[in-house]
Nanobody, 114 residues
């Protein structure tokens, strides 16, 4: 059984910052990719940022320069530092982990007020 536990979501004013965390536990080995997606009502889930075990990163264009993804391989944890938040960043953010298969977190709400 694998669990992804997310934390760090909440309500923040535009221009503010939040830091999301996602810890993977259970029978999970050799995590390759870790990342974050987000989804708003009526829209498809979209990539925010991903990071490989070697530290290579990829960001969606709307968040480049504002968000930073990082990971602690010893703790099987991925982080998303979100700065200069905008109302359009409001969404449910989902943690994503790939080892022998892919896993999703339960989602954490991020709300940015104008």
């Amino acid at each position: 059984q694998v669990q992804l536990v997310e934390s760090g979501g909440g309500l923040v004013q535009a221009g503010g910052s939040l830091r999301l965390s996602c810890a993977a536990s259970g029978s999970i080995f050799r995590i390759n990719v870790m990342g974050w997606y987000r989804q708003t009502p009526g829209k498809q889930r979209e990539l925010v940022a991903v990071i490989t075990s070697g530290g290579s990163t990829n960001y969606a264009d709307p968040v480049k320069g504002r968000f930073t993804i990082s990971r602690d391989n010893a703790k099987n944890t991925v982080y998303l530092q979100m700065n200069s938040l905008k109302p359009e960043d409001t969404a449910v953010y989902y943690c994503y982990v790939v080892s022998t298969r892919s896993y999703w977190g339960q989602g954490t709400q991020v709300t940015v007020s104008s």
